[in-house]
């Protein structure tokens, strides 16, 4: 395979990881905010074990996505002979 090939591989691949990775985090966090548990262990701790995880599904899951996207718009050109 050629490099651009691979690129082009990695980079969809890592922008879909890192679209489901947000999504997955985003959904954890949201179930979270319901939860009556989580509630309370924030009114005695302040931030919860969970929702940091949530975050950081999130924040890994943003930065992912734009490293893919960086990836495959970073096609390089190819010189005519």
């Given at each position: 395979?050629?490099?651009?090939?691979?690129?082009?591989?990695?980079?969809?691949?890592?922008?879909?990881?890192?679209i489901a990775?947000?999504?997955?985090?985003?959904?954890?966090?949201?179930n979270l905010?319901?939860?009556?548990?989580?509630?309370?262990?924030?009114?005695?701790?302040?931030?919860?074990?969970?929702?940091?995880?949530?975050?950081?599904?999130?924040?890994?899951?943003?930065?992912?996505?734009?490293?893919?996207?960086?990836?495959?718009?970073?096609?390089?050109k190819r010189?005519?002979?």
């Open positions: 395979m050629a490099r651009n090939q691979v690129s082009l591989l990695v980079g969809i691949v890592l922008l879909a990881a890192g990775a947000a999504v997955y985090g985003i959904n954890m966090y949201t905010q319901n939860s009556v548990m989580n509630t309370l262990e924030k009114a005695f701790v302040g931030n919860t074990e969970g929702e940091t995880q949530a975050f950081i599904f999130i924040a890994a899951g943003a930065v992912a996505a734009i490293l893919g996207i960086v990836l495959l718009a970073g096609k390089k010189r005519r002979r």
